[in-house]
Structures are given as C-alpha cells and as structure tokens.
C-alpha cells in the first residue's frame, strides 16, 4: 500500500525515549510521520530509481515516496542495523561493517531530497561535534570563554596551570564514549591537580582539552529549538555545591526552568543559527556573575527535563517540525 501526502520524516532508532515524546505529541495533533527506525531497516526494503528520480521506504505494509511526501526531516538519533540483535546472532564484524556502510549510503541519498528542511542537517551536525570548531564560533561571536589549551604537550599543559594555580580541568577533544566488548563508559570532565602534571606519557598520548577550572560554578543546560530557547538551572537539592561534571551526579540535582539575561540568550541563537542548525543542547556556566560558554551538542538528550521536569520541549520540537512541514 502507498501512502501519499507530506509527512515528517522520523530518523531514529527503537530505544530512543526522546523521540517517543514527540511521536506522542503529532500523534495529539493528528500530524502524519514516518518513523524510520535504523534496525528495522533490514526488514523493509529501499529503491531509488534513476532516470526519474524517486526514493522509496517500507514500513511494514505501507511504502512512502520519501521524494514527493517528505519536507522535513527529524535527523534524531539513527544508530546501525544490527543493534537490537544479540551479540552471538550477529554476523561476522566484518559483515556488519559492510552493511552498515551500505545503509549510511542509503541514508546518505536522503540530503539530496530537494526543498528539505532538516533538524539537522548531518553535515551540520558533524561539523558541529568539532569541539575546537565549538570555541572559535563562541569565541568568535562574544561569548566568554574559560581559556583553553587543546595539546599533547605537557610543557604547554604546566604553562596553563601557572597561569591558573589551584586546578585546571581536562575534556575529551571528540567523543567521550570508550566502547568495551564486555560495557561502554564515558569519560567525563574531570579535573586535573598537580601529580597529574607530572604524567608526560599520560598527556602525551591524545590531544586534549584543558581549561581553567571555573569554581564555584552554577551550570545550565539550555535547549534551543529554532528562535526559541528553553533554559535550565541545575541545582542541588540540598544546597551543596554540584559536582564538577553534573552529569556524573545521579542523584541529588533539580533541574528548573529559568531565564537568562536578554544578551546570553541572544548569543546561544546567534550560535545554533551560525552553526547551521535548528536544534541545539548548549551547557553554560555562571561565575563570578558572568556567563561562560562550555560546549553545545548539536543533538542532545533532552527526553530527561521533559519527563519527570515538565520542560515543553516536544511540543516546541513539534511546533517547529510542523511549521516547516506546512510552509
């Protein structure tokens, strides 16, 4: 059966929990989308056909012409096509490498769609998972930013130091996923003292990110969803003070919705705007009364602060979606 009509394309994977609260809210509002999950990829089937250029997709019974149903595309979460099978029914590493690069092809084929508004665009999400492209642009369009040396060379990793004694703070220069056979483990920030100086073939192993430590801090995640920004404040509910990395803090924090002053939220537009983006997670911190940008994730979680913290995030992710699908 074909379906025919413009919808939302949905590009994701089964256990994506943010993506669900959307799928909630269009379905409230009665909105037609196509959710693509990567691993069920293999179980449908794909055709793109040339002269006459056309890229189809099956859902179970229904095949949707991607080219002519489809204005926006939701690029969320898209993993690889084996992902939801156990580790002893896979294929051979090798096997699953060559049909993960022939799918990534195939969704590679999706940027070429004309007249398609993206929440990303990929190329613009990669673009933007450079953290060193990350601080020119903050740096670039006025946000204050802690300073920063990216190296493997100890030398110039004590030099930082002594210009800020007490502590700096070390950060992954790309991803902070390290994948084990048996789990994975991210490397969160974490802060370096004066023994850890000392550990040349330690630093010299990767570049890194170091920065001055920016103690004592208030941290906010703030989500920005096309011209609109949804700002959080991350608290203790005790009143101590929040661990260096909030993140590594499981317990213990409240996250509430606030405002930020009129020139920092314009600059975290500005920012999402000139990375090429509609959607962005940017963390900042307050020190000293001044606002310091750390990072943006060009598609951050954010299904924690709808759910249990009551942050309309979907339905301004929904607003938006549908906006561009009906222009």
């Not at 949905?10 to 037609?32: G, I, M, T």
């Not at 959710?35 to 794909?46: H, K, M, Q, V, W």
């Not at 095949?63 to 149903?69: F, K, M, P, S």
């Not at 799918?103 to 070429?112: C, F």
Request: aromatic residues 10%; glycine residues 4%; negative net charge.
């Amino acid at each position: 059966m074909a379906v025919t009509g413009p919808l939302i394309l949905l590009l994701s994977n089964k256990w994506d929990l943010s993506l669900d609260f959307v799928v909630r809210e269009l379905r409230k509002r009665e909105h037609p989308f196509l959710r693509l999950n990567t691993e069920d990829l293999i179980n449908g089937s794909a055709v793109v056909t040339f002269p006459q250029f056309h890229i189809f997709a099956s859902k179970k019974t229904s095949i949707v012409d991607l080219t002519q149903d489809v204005r926006v595309v939701w690029n969320r979460r898209p993993g690889h096509p084996y992902d939801d099978i156990e580790l002893a029914k896979r294929p051979s590493q090798a096997t699953q490498r060559f049909v993960n690069d022939q799918w990534y092809s195939w969704l590679e084929a999706l940027q070429v769609l004309p007249e398609i508004t993206w929440v990303n665009h990929p190329q613009a999400n990669g673009k933007m998972e450079s953290k060193i492209r990350q601080l020119w642009l903050a740096n670039e369009i006025g946000f204050r930013i802690p300073e920063t040396v990216i190296t493997n060379d100890p030398a110039s990793v004590r030099e930082l130091a002594q210009r800020h004694p007490g502590a700096l703070v070390a950060k992954a220069l790309y991803s902070p996923l390290i994948e084990e056979e048996d789990r994975d483990h991210f490397i969160f920030t974490s802060q370096i003292d004066e023994p850890d100086l000392d550990d040349d073939a330690e630093i010299s192993v990767c570049p890194s990110i170091y920065q001055e430590a920016l103690t004592p801090k208030i941290d906010y995640r703030v989500t920005v969803i096309g011209d609109q920004v949804i700002s959080a404040r991350v608290e203790s509910v005790d009143n101590t003070a929040v661990a260096l990395d909030w993140r590594t803090q499981e317990e213990g924090l409240t996250f509430g919705q606030c405002s930020l002053p009129e020139d920092i939220e314009g600059l975290c537009r500005r920012y999402v705007e000139q990375s090429g983006l509609l959607f962005g997670a940017i963390d900042l911190v307050e020190h000293d009364g001044e606002f310091y940008f750390l990072e943006i994730n060009p598609n951050g979680e954010w299904g924690w602060l709808q759910k249990p913290h009551g942050f309309p995030i979907a339905e301004t992710l929904c607003d938006l979606l549908v906006e561009h699908d009906q222009e």
